[in-house]
Every structure is written in structure tokens, then in C-alpha cells.
């Protein structure tokens, strides 16, 4: 154990395994075995550090608490109160010393000890908690985002925080930094301003993304926390290629960009004919170039710069047009010219082929049609072919009142389609074209479960939302749900052989939300379906510098470790602080090993 | 001719013998003898200075000097007494001192009443026993300190304002700085078009923490008072707490993430994206959704639109959550795509803008109803 003055740690990524937590001034502290916190008031000066040992306690736990107070200003007076949160019980505790200025309790159970302390003397009180943990308690860590409203200056930010499993948790109280407003000045080597959007990946919490736009005179202010950032740069202009700056300190206020490198060519049809409108663009490390259009001769000019060997290459026929996007992965390295060359490939119209869902006619609807061809052109450098490049459509399509496509023609690939059959889930149909005059997608399947509470029982009321994925994935698709009955069993109707995330949703919020990835839906029961038990993440945020909490921040638990691309934004369990800042955010429990 | 003998007034008690030479002034000779005589010594005086400002009042403090001399400069000593006296002039004697300075606390009952007026008696005594005469005594009335009474409101306040029909839980907790008991009683003056059957005013159960508890239940928008009278018996003081009950408000866009880009500038989107909504404020239906069964409050809804490329309208695609995900995989770099959300309480508001403007407040203010996002797929 050890005594020192209220932490002045801020909102920065720490691995925050501090198990004794304060919510009167004193931030939580950082570093993953301090466990004091204090209680201070900017007007009187006086403060209050109460210090735990030990530091990670483990049910059953004798705990002793130590109060240093300081800058007091009359006769101090120790009166302490602790409570299991859970039950609101008080607990007895027994006084170290004649003054009680240091008091020891047992917590038999885990879960959250509330400790206040009041010495009067003018100085405010001290309200922390220690987390005392379950024997064999899992971990988890767990990302807090959080997103102030505008009224607190402040940039999104978050902190990871180790959540022990088998008990609720108390975060304590989080500081939001502040950060600095750093001008950013975004100019050419000839000091030509730059009008473009800004991307700062902190190094340290590179989930916490800030966005800016730099005006006409190449100048913005973004709030950063301080720190290292990589600096995406997307001018406005497609005279000047999007350039990722590494590493970059916001101190320098200078970014410049220049045009980088130019990547001329053509893209041609089968015939060998110049297709005009054409959208083509390429991305190297992750950065993509500009987007060049082509011209009636065929010919475009975008601007990159490399940041790997190999480039995925993408040219876009207009929209009016039957050819495919070609996707491609080559190596540009020094090339100056490229040829985007269609392949001759067979097409057909769909125009007139008859939709059903389960042999029932889906008039006036739409079709989302998505397929692709290995071998639909070729990236060249004259003559020489540097990769083949692979064909696909995506788009929409409308059928007409008696159920049939309009006029479009696609290239004779293999895909799917998904049919939004009106007021149902829809219908996926294999596609393989030509398509002999229908197109036909199986009937909604049925699926059934029931969801169970995780400590047994019916989940009742349960909520079932079933999103689409995979490929045919789309904004708009139908989004079945379901709602559980008394005994926790649901039905619910998808498109039959679609993907599907089945997430399982708790109303009470007692168990947290459980996902059930379907590959393809078929018929089927899910049978019992056990939510995940979950535990709540409390804390109380603050404006730095404040000795009270900020309201109306957004709070989301994201999972850490495990999980990547946009599961990383899929909140465990969302909150908003309450006008004293305080926040419950409910996850999944990690737990404790058997 | 000088002498020490002091005959101005006589002073009981002692004699003095006393030498004293003689000088013919002017003689050429000197002659020189003693007479003797009886010395007298004086009586010293004092007055009775306040030194604290303000009004006596029960409880308070006071403070007092002895402003002291003595015509034979022999020291004085003070002796003071304080006394404290009730409406029926039976008075207590508290305290005594015999320094230069005196402090005294007021009590606040005197035999069981409050205490309406002290008495501080200062008599003073020199080294010889000289009592100075008169004793120097100062009455003072003494004020009553009027209770206080700090009123408070709690419920589904926004902006000041509280919807109807919505409980308002109002506190009071009386104090007094005499110690006297204090007594709470409490009126409503409801808003004018307020039916008496239709709305609540009662008791709670008092908190633990002190004080009593009414709830108030108000049917009609319009400005409630609730007033709440504190008494200790002597004094009474009234708090008049305003509650402005207003019609159910348009929930308002809080925090999102991403921020929305400003007007003319596009959001790059190279990989897939969640546009959420983190919190939406209201007066009764919210984001992140309260406990289910509250009776009162509610979920904010959600309305997800999304403007495809090339597209001239907006396109309804999601409710009933609070993201979209856009996956820059479903469409073709360089495409400008719009992501809209528009949220809605129980009331099924209508958006009052047109399909083009980005913003929209039902309000004309900065409580946000729809906000969109201008996104360049790359």
C-alpha cells in the first residue's frame, strides 16, 4: 500500500487494472496497481486520498482503507461509511487508530464496496469504491469510447479497462482530456492552400479516430489529445494525391502535399474501343489516389503515391454501361501508362425475366443483383499484361408490376441476387447467367429457438433482429424481427439461404445481447440459445478541471482484443451520463475459470 | 504648589500619611517640613464596549470590552455577567467573566422559552478595592433567526421545463439556525387550466436523509408553484418553487459518432463504417432507452435513410436502432453517398424539412431532429 496525493492522470490509453476508484476529484489513477484516489474542492484547497490495501482484493478480503487529508482548514473528524453496492447493505468496519483515520472491513463476497468518508473541516467528501474480485475471475478488456456533446470541449476519445469477470465493476472517475486545438495547415510545396479531409489515427488509441476538413485556405483547428498521430490526407482536389503521414506530431502544424505520382492510361473496351466516364482509381498501402475519369478518348490521369509493392487497381465503367468494374492487383511500381482492357466476355439482358419469391410474383420491387467473372480484363503496359483483372455488377434493380426485370445486361457470371419481397424477409436466389427467363428465390424459411437467461431459465420477451451479411448485404435489406414469448421461444422468417446475424437481445438488459452468425437459412431449429450473464462497468465522467461530472456523454463498451474491422465499432453495451455524469454500461461477463 | 494629595473626593478606607516638602517660592532661604493628612483613593469607571456588528440573535455570538481607567492608574479588574431573558422577563444568568474581553453565546431558550433579551453587567474593582460605581449594564434585544428552507425538484427536467403527466418529485428540508423545531407546509398553485381530479399532489414517504417529500403529478402545461412554508413558531418563511410545465418537447440529436462533416465537405469512407447515434435528449423518450417498464418514459425511434449515388431522394432503410453501417465494399470508389438519420419521439413528429436540407430542427433551434453525413466512398 502506499500513500500519495490525488492522481492528475488523464484519459489516455492505460490499461486501467486499478481496483479502487474514487468519484470526488481525483481521477482514476492509471497505472495498473495504484488504488488511491482523493477527494479535493479547487475552492477550499482541502482533499482527500483514501488508499486500499490490497490492491486487487479477492473475495473474501480484509481490506484496509487509509485516509490522508489534505489542506484542511479546521479540526479533522473521520466518519466513514461502506456498502455493498449490490444490496445497498452497510458494512461494519473497525478503526485502525484512535482517530478512525484508517478503518479495515471484510468484504466476504465480491462486488463493488462503496466507501465514503467525511472529515468536515470544510473539505469535501470522499466517495470511492474497491472492486473486490471473484476467486478465478476471467478478464476481459474492454474499450470505453467516449463522445462528448458538443458543449464540452473535448475530442472523442477512449480507455481500456481490464473488467474482472463474476462481479459489477466500478471504473471510478474518468477525465476527459481536453486535448488542444492544434491548427493544421495543409499546403503544396509552393505553399498553394489545400482544401481536404483529415483522418488522425492516434498511435496510442487508433480506434479513436478524429476527422477534420481543412477550408480554402488549406487551414483547420482540430482538438487532439497530444500524442503521435498517422495523419490520412485526402485533398479535395485530384490534382494532388492523398498522401498517409506517418508518425506525425501535432506540433508541426504543416502538412504538406504535393501531386505525388502520375498514373496515366486508357481504359478500352473488349473492341478495343475508348470508354469515356470511366472511374478509375487505385490504393497502395491502405492510401488510396485520386479518382480519375476518363475521357472520350478513353484516357485518364490520377495522382498516387506508393505505400506497398502491390496496388489493387479499380476501374468503374459509367453507369450506363454493360461492362463490369474490373478489380486487379498489380504492381504500378514505376509504370507511367496503364491499360485497363475489357475482356470479351459473353453478356445477357435480364430484361423481361420474371422474379418470384416461393413462386410468388415479386412485382414492384427490388432486386439487388451481385455477381462476378474471374478473367473480365486485363491491366496492361502495351502489349504486356501485368495481371488479369476480375469482372463484377452490383446494383439495383426494380421489377415492374408483373414481377419483371427491366432492361440490363450483365456479363454471364455467377453471384446471387436478393429480392425484397414486399412486407416479407425477402428472397436470395442463386444467380448464373443467362438466366433462363425467371428468377426464382426459395420461400422465407422458418427458424425457431428459444432464448434462455443466463442463470437458467426463459429469457421472456426477448428481442430477435436478424441483419443481412455477406455479400448481399445491403442498406435497406429487410431486417426480420421477433420478439419472444413467455417461454422464451420466438420464430422468426428469413430469406431462405441467406446470411444472416441473429442477435439475440435481453429487454431488461439483465444478460447481455448474444449474436448468432447463420451462414445460409434453412429450416431449422436453433434450439436453446443461452445469453451471455453480464456485469455492469459504472464511472463518472469529467470535464477536465471539473469537480463535478458532464452530462450527455456518449459512452460505448467496444470490445479489444478478438475482434477486428467493424466488430471493433459494434458496441458491447452503450450508456449516456446522467446529469452528474455518472454512467452503467452493461457487457458481457468474462466470467470465472471452473 | 504641587502636592500628591488628592482631595477632590474621598475614598473610604484608607489613609495615607503623606510627606510633603514646601517651598517658599521665591524665598531666599529655603524652609523645609512634612504635614500630614488623609490620601483618597479614587474610584475607577468603566463603560461596556460591543465589539461584534449585527443584530443579536438567538444562537449568535457576542463579543464585549471593558473600556477601563482609574484616576489613580491602579490596576482594574472587570467582572462581568451575562444574563439572557425570555418573553416573560425570567431571565438566566450564564455566563461571568473577569477579563478585559467577553464573549458570550446567546442562548436560544431561556426555562424552555425563546430567548428575547441579554443583559450584560460589567462592575470593575481596583487593586485597592475601589468598586466603580455605577455597574455599567447594556441590554440588548435579541432577534429570532427565521427558519430557512431549501426546496428542490427532481423529475424529467429539460431545458427548466417538465412535461405533463410525469411525476415531479419535490423536497424540502427546513432548517433553523436557532435550533428551534421547524414545521413544513406546503400549497400548490397549479397551472390555470389544471383539473383538481386530474392531477396528483401528495405526501411521500419522508427520506431518509431528512425532510419531507410531495409528488406532483401536473395535467396541463402552464406555470405550477409549489410553495413551501417553513415555521419554528415564532417566524414563518415562505420558498415559492416555480415549475414550468411545458408540452411534450422534440427529443434532440446528442452526441454522434462520426461527427457530421460541415455543409460542403464529405466524409472519405475506405473501409466499413458505423454511423451511430450515441444519445438523443428528451423530455420522455431516450437514447440509450431507460429500464423497460418505466411507466413514464420511453425509446427514442430512429429513422435511417440513405441517398445511393446518383441517386436524387433518400431512401428509408433502417429503424428502430440507433447505427447504420456502411460498407464502402457495396459500392465503387469515387461514389458520393449520403447517410441521413432523423429520430422521433411517441409523439410521431413530422420533420418540417425539405428532402435537400441536411439539418433539420422542428423547433428552429439547436435541438436537431435530422442530421445527415455527405460520404466520398474510396
Not at chain 2, 489613609?15 to 517660592?25: E, G, R, S, T, W
Not at chain 2, 405533463?164 to 433553523?176: E, K, L, M, Q
Request: net charge negative; charged share 20%; aromatic share 4%.
Amino acid at each position: 500500500m502506499k500513500r500519495r496525493m490525488p492522481a492528475g492522470s488523464t484519459l489516455a490509453t492505460a490499461v486501467a487494472a486499478a481496483l479502487a476508484t474514487a468519484a470526488c476529484g481525483g481521477d482514476m489513477a492509471s497505472d495498473d496497481d495504484a488504488v488511491d484516489a482523493g477527494g479535493s474542492d479547487g475552492a477550499t484547497g482541502c482533499s482527500i486520498a483514501v488508499s486500499f490495501a490490497p490492491t486487487m482484493p479477492v473475495a473474501p478480503a480484509t481490506i484496509v482503507a487509509q485516509s490522508d487529508v489534505f489542506g484542511s482548514s479546521g479540526i479533522t473528524t473521520y466518519v466513514w461509511r461502506v456498502t455493498l453496492r449490490a444490496t445497498g447493505a452497510e458494512v461494519p468496519f473497525t478503526p485502525l487508530d484512535a482517530s478512525s483515520r484508517d478503518i479495515q472491513f471484510d468484504a466476504p463476497t465480491a462486488g463493488i464496496y462503496d466507501v465514503d468518508l467525511f472529515v468536515g473541516a470544510g473539505c469535501p467528501s470522499f466517495d470511492g469504491a474497491v472492486n473486490v474480485m471473484t476467486p478465478g475471475a476471467n478478464t476481459r478488456a474492454v474499450r470505453l469510447r467516449f463522445v462528448p456533446p458538443a458543449s464540452i470541449t473535448a475530442p472523442p476519445q477512449e480507455r481500456i479497462v481490464i473488467v474482472p469477470g463474476g462481479a459489477d465493476f466500478a471504473a471510478g472517475v474518468l477525465t476527459l482530456d481536453a486535448g488542444n486545438a492544434y491548427p493544421i495547415n495543409v499546403r503544396t510545396p509552393t505553399a498553394t492552400a489545400v482544401p481536404a479531409y483529415v483522418r488522425f489515427t492516434s498511435r496510442s488509441t487508433p480506434d479513436a479516430v478524429i476527422e477534420g476538413f481543412t477550408d480554402s485556405a488549406g487551414n483547420t483547428a482540430v482538438r487532439l489529445i497530444p500524442g503521435r498521430y498517422d495523419v490520412l490526407v485526402v485533398p479535395t482536389s485530384a490534382a494532388l494525391a492523398p498522401r498517409l503521414v506517418l508518425d506525425w506530431d501535432p506540433l508541426t502544424t504543416l502538412i504538406t502535399i504535393d501531386a505525388g505520382t502520375a498514373l496515366g492510361g486508357f481504359v478500352l473496351d473488349d473492341a478495343g474501343a475508348a470508354v469515356a466516364g470511366a472511374r478509375v482509381s487505385l490504393t497502395s498501402g491502405g492510401v488510396p489516389s485520386t479518382v480519375a475519369t476518363t475521357v472520350a478518348d478513353g484516357s485518364f490521369s490520377l495522382r498516387w503515391r506508393e505505400g506497398g509493392t502491390i496496388e489493387q487497381v479499380t476501374a468503374v465503367p459509367p453507369a450506363a454501361s454493360s461492362l463490369p468494374r474490373l478489380d486487379a492487383q498489380v504492381e504500378i511500381g514505376a509504370l507511367a501508362v496503364v491499360t485497363v482492357r475489357h475482356a470479351t466476355v459473353p453478356s445477357s439482358d435480364v430484361a423481361s425475366t420474371l422474379v418470384r419469391v416461393g413462386g410468388v410474383i415479386a412485382a414492384s420491387t427490388e432486386v439487388v443483383v451481385d455477381l462476378g467473372r474471374a478473367g473480365a480484363g486485363t491491366i496492361r503496359d502495351g502489349s504486356t499484361i501485368l495481371a488479369a483483372a476480375s469482372g463484377s455488377h452490383r446494383r439495383t434493380l426494380r421489377t415492374d408490376a408483373a414481377g419483371r426485370l427491366p432492361s440490363a445486361r450483365f456479363i454471364d457470371g455467377t453471384g446471387a441476387a436478393f429480392i425484397t419481397a414486399s412486407g416479407g424477409p425477402g428472397g436470395v436466389a442463386a444467380l448464373a447467367l443467362p438466366l433462363g427467363g425467371t428468377l426464382d428465390a426459395a420461400a422465407p424459411v422458418t427458424i425457431t429457438g428459444r432464448v434462455l437467461r443466463a442463470a437458467g431459465g426463459a429469457r421472456a420477451e426477448a428481442r430477435v433482429r436478424a441483419t443481412l451479411t455477406g455479400a448481399l448485404a445491403h442498406a435497406g435489406a429487410p431486417v426480420p424481427v421477433a420478439t419472444a414469448g413467455s417461454d422464451g421461444s420466438f420464430t422468426i422468417a428469413l430469406a431462405a439461404g441467406g446470411a444472416y446475424a441473429l442477435l439475440l437481445i435481453d429487454p431488461t438488459a439483465d444478460d447481455a445481447a448474444r449474436t448468432v452468425a447463420i451462414a445460409s437459412a434453412t429450416a431449422q431449429a436453433l434450439g436453446d440459445l443461452s445469453l451471455p450473464a453480464a456485469l455492469a462497468i459504472s464511472g463518472e465522467v469529467r470535464a477536465t478541471g471539473q469537480s463535478v461530472g458532464a452530462r450527455a456523454v456518449g459512452v460505448a463498451a467496444l470490445c479489444h482484443l478478438a475482434c477486428a474491422g467493424i466488430e471493433r465499432t459494434r458496441p458491447l453495451g452503450d450508456a449516456v451520463t446522467d446529469p452528474a455524469g455518472r454512467f452503467v454500461v452493461a457487457v458481457p461477463d468474462p466470467g470465472v475459470a471452473q | 504648589m504641587a502636592s500628591r494629595l488628592h482631595h477632590d473626593r474621598p475614598v473610604s478606607g484608607l489613609v495615607h500619611h503623606v510627606c510633603a516638602a514646601v517651598v517658599a517660592a521665591g524665598a531666599s532661604t529655603g524652609a523645609a517640613g512634612c504635614f500630614y493628612g488623609e490620601v483618597i483613593n479614587e474610584r475607577p469607571s468603566a463603560e461596556i464596549e460591543r465589539v461584534d456588528t449585527g443584530v443579536p440573535a438567538r444562537g449568535g455570538s457576542l463579543s464585549f470590552r471593558a473600556l477601563m481607567d482609574d484616576p489613580d492608574r491602579d490596576r482594574v479588574t472587570p467582572s462581568w455577567r451575562f444574563e439572557a431573558c425570555n418573553a416573560q422577563a425570567i431571565c438566566a444568568a450564564d455566563e461571568t467573566g473577569a477579563d478585559q474581553m467577553f464573549y458570550v453565546t446567546v442562548p436560544s431558550l431561556v426555562d424552555g422559552l425563546p430567548t428575547v433579551r441579554v443583559v450584560v453587567s460589567l462592575g470593575v474593582q481596583d487593586e485597592y478595592g475601589a468598586i466603580g460605581v455605577p455597574q455599567q449594564r447594556l441590554e440588548l434585544d435579541v432577534i429570532n433567526n427565521a427558519p430557512s428552507v431549501v426546496v428542490q425538484r427532481r423529475g424529467r427536467e429539460l431545458d427548466g421545463a417538465f412535461p405533463p403527466d410525469v411525476p415531479i418529485t419535490i423536497s424540502a428540508r427546513g432548517g433553523d439556525a436557532d435550533g428551534d423545531a421547524v414545521t413544513l407546509a406546503w400549497e400548490l398553485f397549479p397551472a390555470r387550466d389544471s383539473v383538481p381530479a386530474d392531477r396528483r399532489f401528495e405526501a411521500l414517504p419522508d427520506p431518509s436523509s431528512g425532510g419531507e417529500e410531495r409528488l406532483l403529478l401536473p395535467d396541463v402545461d402552464g406555470e405550477w408553484i409549489v410553495r413551501v412554508t417553513v415555521s419554528d413558531a415564532i417566524d414563518a418563511r415562505a420558498v415559492d418553487l416555480p415549475i414550468l410545465v411545458v408540452p411534450d418537447q422534440p427529443p434532440c440529436l446528442g452526441a454522434s459518432d462520426p461527427a457530421p462533416p460541415p455543409v460542403g465537405a464529405m466524409l472519405v469512407v475506405d473501409q466499413p463504417r458505423r454511423f451511430s447515434v450515441l444519445v438523443v435528449e428528451d423530455d420522455l423518450d431516450l437514447f440509450p432507452a431507460p429500464p423497460p417498464g418505466d411507466p413514464y418514459l420511453g425509446a427514442a425511434g430512429f429513422r435511417w435513410y440513405l441517398r445511393a449515388p446518383g441517386a436524387a431522394a433518400f431512401t428509408q432503410v433502417d429503424t428502430g436502432v440507433a447505427a447504420l453501417e456502411l460498407d464502402p465494399a457495396h459500392f465503387d470508389p469515387g461514389d458520393r453517398v449520403d447517410v441521413r438519420v432523423e429520430i422521433d419521439d411517441r409523439l410521431g413528429r413530422t420533420i418540417p424539412c425539405a428532402d435537400g436540407v441536411a439539418t433539420c430542427s422542428i423547433g428552429q433551434d439547436a435541438c436537431l431532429q435530422r442530421q445527415s453525413w455527405a460520404v466520398e466512398v474510396r
